[in-house]
């Protein structure tokens, strides 16, 4: 967060805008502060600003926090609260790390995908769910997926209208196999996708099938449209694909309300990656990529959002690596260094 935080302080000397910036707290920190992994009062700010720009939450000095009080709440809360419901995970392959991929590079070289994640429902969100006791002395734990047209619908346009200002595909992925809630969504997206979207070439797989994909043939996908868990999974083995998880940003979007507002977060897909912590060698690059997605749509500053992308990619052409992208025994730099690299390139 502190080298984005060096980005934004770069845009505002070059001009490029002004940023009223407010910080607050959330997960380990916040119970730390205030007892609980998210307050009221953030959840008001984030409601009210134009974007967020997260970080990151959890770590081991929490795992005795009780379920509900764990620092994974914050994010959670914040995605249910503002109706952030269309969560979007690009995982392009910089040219220059292109050999930092655990797949051949020939397999990966220009590879672009999109994932379009449902965000506030499925079984993340689904009742009944909860740990109970039966009657002959052992426990059942639940948890539900359940999915209704409307979410479905909302969260499909928005991969929809991604696809149109990409190479217009779409592979809609659930497991309609073997789900109810698998199958209305199969069936969802594809009445929407005829009646609305015919322009875009719209496919189906089971996610199972679309996780062995990923690693078989990547370059087949653009847009990938997924429920709430199957996304989150197969938005961890798409970041692999680029070479590391420390690179992929994300958004998540709310609808556009009457006067215009969109309720919107962005955040690196990675976790708070407590082993590396406060010790300058964490990739800043996924969440500085983050702020370019904020520039990007929520701010309508598609240049800058290019800027950007543009001096993480020629710092990358420099041969900087963070520990997450080097092969072992090759040189690495910092935190510090990479953010330095991508403002000597703004800057340049
Ligand atoms: C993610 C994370 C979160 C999720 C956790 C931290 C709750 O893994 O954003 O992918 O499961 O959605
Ligand atoms: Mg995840």
């Excluded at 205030?34 to 997260?54: H, S």
């Excluded at 510090?336 to 403002?343: C, I, N, S």
Aim: net charge negative.
């Amino acid at each position: 967060m502190a080298q984005a935080e060096r980005v934004i302080a770069w845009l505002e000397d070059a001009r490029c805008a002004r940023f009223e910036i407010d910080r607050d707290l959330v997960g380990g920190a916040s119970i730390n502060a205030y007892g609980v992994p998210i307050t009221d009062v953030v959840t008001a700010k984030a409601r009210a600003a134009d974007a967020v720009l997260f970080g990151a939450v959890g770590g081991p000095q929490w795992d005795k926090e009780p379920f509900d009080n764990r620092p994974e709440i914050a994010i959670l809360e914040l995605r249910k609260q503002l109706g952030l419901f269309a969560n979007l995970r690009p995982a392009p392959v910089f040219d220059a790390l292109v050999d930092a991929s655990p797949l051949k590079a020939n397999l990966v070289q220009g590879l672009d995908i999109m994932i379009v994640r449902e965000a506030t429902g499925g079984i993340y969100f689904g009742e009944p769910r909860g740990i109970e006791n039966l009657v002959d002395g052992s426990r059942r734990g639940i948890n539900t997926e359940v999915y209704t047209t409307n979410e479905i619908e909302r969260v499909a346009r928005v991969a929809f209208e991604l696809a149109r200002t990409r190479s217009g595909r779409v592979t809609s992925v659930e497991k309609s196999n073997v789900m109810e809630s698998g199958l209305l969504w199969r069936q969802t997206v594809t009445i929407l996708g005829a009646s609305e979207y015919a322009d875009v070439k719209l496919t189906h797989m089971y996610a199972d099938n679309c996780a062995m994909q990923l690693a078989r043939n990547p370059r087949q996908f653009d847009v990938i449209l997924t429920t709430n868990l199957f996304g989150d999974l197969l938005s961890d083995l798409a970041s692999m694909l680029t070479g590391s998880l420390g690179m992929l940003p994300s958004a998540t979007l709310g609808a556009v309300t009457a006067n215009g507002h969109r309720n919107a977060l962005y955040e690196p897909i990675h976790g708070s990656a407590p082993d590396i912590a406060g010790k300058n060698i964490a990739n800043p690059l996924a969440e500085i990529l983050s702020l370019a997605m904020l520039l990007q749509f929520s701010l309508s500053m598609p240049d800058e959002a290019e800027m950007i992308r543009r001096a993480v990619s020629n710092a990358l052409v420099e041969g900087l690596r963070t520990a997450d992208l080097s092969p072992e025994g090759h040189a690495t730099v910092g935190t510090r260094e990479m953010g330095d690299a991508v403002l000597r390139q703004l800057k340049g």
